[in-house]
Structures are given as structure tokens and as C-alpha cells.
């Protein structure tokens, strides 16, 4: 099946700090989803975009999709603690049967001791 | 807002033991998931139904099975749970998409132990 590749698997953030983290995919996807999971909590829709090239904002949250649309990236500006948690990525194709999704294997986010 | 439970957090079972993972959405959401979540490998598409009664396979089926015998509610089948299913298991809704995308709603997730 399509795999999407996201990095880093893990960070630390600062207080303040820009942080960013990308996926990349061996195939083209028409959607690319962001989604974040907070902890013993189902993951949560951060932002959606839907043509290549396309650069959204959700408060401090900035996702682009790439124009070769087979990779995406988030960037979250001044982080804060509430950043924590794990950070997904999500591919659809067009008409995809029954809306499924390729995820990546996540971005955990943890606070520098 | 829309809500998908999930009948238990924490599950304990044996090898080989028949397993029942139940879901339940209240939006009348014609779509539903199960997702496996395991670190490293993100979330995995065990199987989806786009309406009652409908299933089709998702990535990694094998060892599993699944009911949808009302709109509201999917089953996650267990036939005989092994150890390499221990996993936290995720279940998902969203309505039929007209244009563009359909937002999944997630569950809390059941984290399952089969010693």
C-alpha cells in the first residue's frame, strides 16, 4: 500500500519556539490532512488542504502542500506547553472509497526538561 | 458536537480468547473505521463500512473481522486474539463526503492487552 514518511519521529520544544515537521509520499495524494492527538484522546482534524501549492493557517498552525503533491509540511510558531502531543499526517485521493486515509507514522512533541 | 464512543478504555484479554471492540457514533455519519495505532507506524486501516451492512478491507484486515448491523454502531471482531494484536485501537466516523473532504471524528481509542 502507500506509505507516507513523516520526520522527525519525536522533538522537544521550547517555550516560544518555531518547530516544524513534514511528510513525504512515494504516491500523489488530492487531499493532505494534519491532525493531532492529544494524550488518551482520538486524534483531532488541525487543518486541511486541498490543492498543490496551498499554504493554510490555523492560529499559530501553517501547513503547505507540496506542489508535486506528494508531501506536506506543518510549522507551529511560538510553541506552548499545550503543544504536546502527537502530530499526524493524513493523504486521501480523490474520491477515495468510503473517505479512507493514509496516515503517517506521527510526530511526538514533548517539552524540553 | 459529534461524538464516537467507545465501549472500554483498558481491555485484558488471553490468547486465543474472542474479541468484541464496539463503537458507537450519534451523527448519523454514513462512514466508519477502525484504525490500529502502534508507535512508530501511525494509524492502520483495518477495515471501513461506507453504509449498513457494507465492509470492505482496509491495510491490514487479517485477524480481524467486523459488523455493521446499524448505521450508528461498528464491531471490531477479534476471531482468536494474539499477542501481536496488542495495540491501541482506534474508531472513526465521518459523514459521505459532496466536495471536498470529510472530517474523521475519532473515538478515545481502546487499549488492548492480550497476554
Known amino acids: 500500500g502507500q506509505q507516507l514518511n513523516q520526520s522527525p519521529q519525536s522533538m522537544f520544544i521550547q517555550e516560544g519556539e518555531d518547530v516544524s515537521m513534514n511528510c513525504t509520499s512515494s504516491?500523489?495524494?488530492?487531499?493532505w490532512l494534519w491532525y493531532k492527538q492529544d494524550p488518551g484522546e482520538g486524534p483531532v482534524l488541525l487543518i486541511a488542504?486541498?490543492?498543490?501549492?496551498e499554504l493554510t493557517s490555523n492560529g499559530r498552525l501553517t501547513a503547505q502542500f507540496g506542489i508535486t503533491r506528494k508531501d506536506s509540511f506543518l510549522n507551529i510558531s511560538a510553541s506552548i506547553p499545550s503543544d504536546v502531543g502527537i502530530y499526524f499526517c493524513?493523504?486521501?485521493?480523490?474520491?477515495?472509497?468510503?473517505?479512507?486515509?493514509?496516515f503517517g507514522g506521527g510526530t511526538r512533541v514533548l517539552v524540553k526538561p | 458536537d459529534v461524538k464516537v464512543t467507545q465501549s472500554s478504555r483498558y481491555l485484558v484479554k488471553r490468547t486465543g480468547e474472542k474479541v468484541f471492540l464496539e463503537c458507537v457514533q450519534d451523527?448519523?455519519?454514513?462512514?466508519m473505521f477502525w484504525y490500529r495505532q502502534d508507535p512508530g507506524l501511525g494509524l492502520r486501516l483495518i477495515y471501513f463500512?461506507?453504509?449498513?451492512?457494507?465492509?470492505e478491507k482496509g491495510d491490514i484486515p487479517e485477524g480481524y473481522s467486523v459488523s455493521r448491523e446499524k448505521k450508528e454502531r461498528f464491531s471490531l471482531i477479534l476471531e482468536s486474539a494474539s499477542t501481536n494484536q496488542t495495540s491501541m485501537y482506534l474508531c472513526?466516523?465521518?459523514?459521505?463526503?459532496?466536495?471536498?473532504?470529510?472530517?474523521?471524528?475519532f473515538g478515545n481509542g481502546t487499549r488492548l492487552t492480550v497476554t
Open positions: 493524513a493523504g486521501q485521493l480523490y474520491k477515495a472509497a468510503g473517505n479512507k486515509l493514509t
Open positions: 504516491s500523489i495524494f488530492n487531499t
Open positions: 488542504l486541498y490543492k498543490a501549492g
Open positions: 451523527m448519523d455519519h454514513e462512514n
Open positions: 472513526a466516523s465521518s459523514r459521505q463526503p459532496g466536495q471536498g473532504y470529510s472530517p474523521l471524528h
Open positions: 463500512s461506507y453504509d449498513v451492512k457494507m465492509k
